[in-house]
Structure formats: structure tokens, C-alpha cells
């Protein structure tokens, strides 16, 4: 079993940042293979960025360059570095592994 547990979300002005985590727990071995995905209110869960199963990444077109996903195997954390934050990013996030195990999510709000 794998618990998940965000935490950062907020509101922001256009333009700001903000760092979401991930703290992970329970038999997971390795960050490899989690990531983020938002879902805007009316519209479908989407993935924002994910560390392959090789420790890559890949990132949603409309965040790369802006948003980066990062995250320590120790410390079973994943972050996500969002700058450039715009009103389109309005979601809740969660934080995801193997598309699997999933956590409640943070909402993050931008307003314009």
C-alpha cells in the first residue's frame, strides 16, 4: 500500500510561483515513475509531469518550460516547481504513482 500527500497549493497573481510536494509512504521504492496531474473544474484529469521509470522526464506541452518536477528517493518526495504561474493552471494537482496510487490532491488557484 502507497499513500500519497500533497502539500503547497495556494492562491497566486498571474506571473507567481509555487512549489508543490509529494510525500510518499508505505511500500514504494523508488520516485521513479510518479508525476502530476491537474484537473480543472468541467474538464478531465491531465497529466502535468512525470518521472519515467528510467528517471526522466516528460512534462504537458502548455506547462514545459515553466512548470519542473523534481524529487529525492530518500526523502520519497517529489516536488513540482510551477513559475509562470497563468489562470489556465487553475486545478486541483495530485500527486500520482504508477498512475496508480493517487493523493487527495491541493488546489491551486491563479487569479489574472
Known amino acids: 500500500q502507497v499513500q500519497l500527500v500533497e502539500s503547497g497549493g495556494g492562491l497566486v497573481q498571474a506571473g507567481g510561483s509555487l512549489r508543490l510536494s509529494c510525500a510518499a509512504s508505505g511500500s514504494i521504492f523508488s520516485i521513479n515513475g510518479m508525476g502530476w496531474h491537474r484537473q480543472a473544474p468541467g474538464k478531465q484529469r491531465e497529466l502535468v509531469a512525470r518521472i519515467t521509470s528510467l528517471g526522466g522526464t516528460i512534462y504537458a506541452g502548455s506547462v514545459k518550460g515553466r512548470f519542473t518536477i523534481s524529487g529525492d528517493n530518500a526523502k520519497k518526495m517529489v516536488y513540482l516547481q510551477m513559475n509562470g504561474l497563468k489562470p489556465e493552471d487553475t486545478a486541483v494537482y495530485y500527486c500520482?504513482?504508477?498512475?496508480?496510487?493517487w493523493g487527495h490532491g491541493t488546489q491551486v488557484t491563479v487569479s489574472s
Open positions: 500520482e504513482s504508477g498512475s496508480y496510487y
